[in-house]
């Protein structure tokens, strides 16, 4: 879907290595959201965001940071990535009736190494 | 802090052939949603069905229904006439009412369609 893209779609990365990911949305949506999938997880929060350098913890955001400057892009960055990082993250805006349907984007598979 | 629970890690079912999804949750709120969320192989998170809390009436979608009960705090996905399309992870996923509120998502579970 055009509304949201994550980019890479795929990394390989050195232990200890920073890592930034980023999500681009084009519909000007307050709140943007990092989550991780891992097997057994389900998706959990890393970061949210309500709007431009406003940003707050998940409740798995230890060895991530993100940033906000424009309201379209919210950056996660491993600041020393390590091989339990290793997962799918996908990133999510609000949309829908009363903005309460996450729609996600299409995830970025980051694996450490 | 709220919890969901999705007690079946796997399930399967014949095509054609009826097959519900269990999810619990715990809140202390009395104003919130949940959803269903399908997540074929290709990774994309769908969504399936929402329900909000202040609604005594289930949402259907097709062939997609939910059982909601809010007392029991109880919201299984219930797939008719299932097809091998239907073959997915899903997620039970709560969210309290308010602007910035995060979605919590249980573990998933993994639908099997045989043919």
């Known amino acids: 879907d055009a509304g949201i893209t994550q980019s890479p779609r795929h990394k390989v990365t050195e232990t200890g290595t920073p890592v930034t990911l980023r999500c681009h949305q084009t519909e000007n949506h307050r709140y943007m959201y990092w989550y991780r999938q891992d097997p057994g997880h389900g998706l959990r929060l890393i970061h949210y965001s309500y709007g431009v350098k406003d940003t707050d913890k998940g409740e798995v955001s230890d060895g991530y940071s993100v940033s906000r400057s424009k309201t379209e892009d919210f950056l996660l960055t491993l600041e020393s990535a390590t091989s339990s990082q290793t997962s799918v993250y996908f990133c999510?805006?609000?949309?829908?009736?009363?903005?309460?349907?996450?729609?996600f984007g299409q995830g970025t598979r980051l694996t450490v190494v | 802090a709220q919890t969901v629970t999705q007690s079946q890690p796997e399930m399967s079912v014949q095509e054609a052939e009826t097959v519900t999804l269990s999810c619990t949750y715990d809140?202390?709120?009395?104003?919130?949603?949940l959803f269903w969320y399908k997540q074929p192989p290709s990774r994309q998170m769908i969504l399936v069905i929402r329900q909000e809390a202040y609604k005594q009436q289930n949402a259907t979608e097709n062939r997609f229904s939910v059982n909601f009960q809010k007392a029991a705090k109880s919201f299984s996905l219930k797939i008719s006439d299932s097809q091998l399309g239907d073959a997915a992870m899903y997620f039970c996923a709560y969210r309290r009412q308010g602007g910035s509120e995060k979605l919590v998502f249980g573990k998933g579970t993994k639908l099997t369609v045989n043919p």
């Open positions: 999510a805006i609000y949309r829908g009736t009363g903005n309460t349907e996450a729609f």
């Open positions: 809140t202390s709120e009395s104003d919130y949603y």
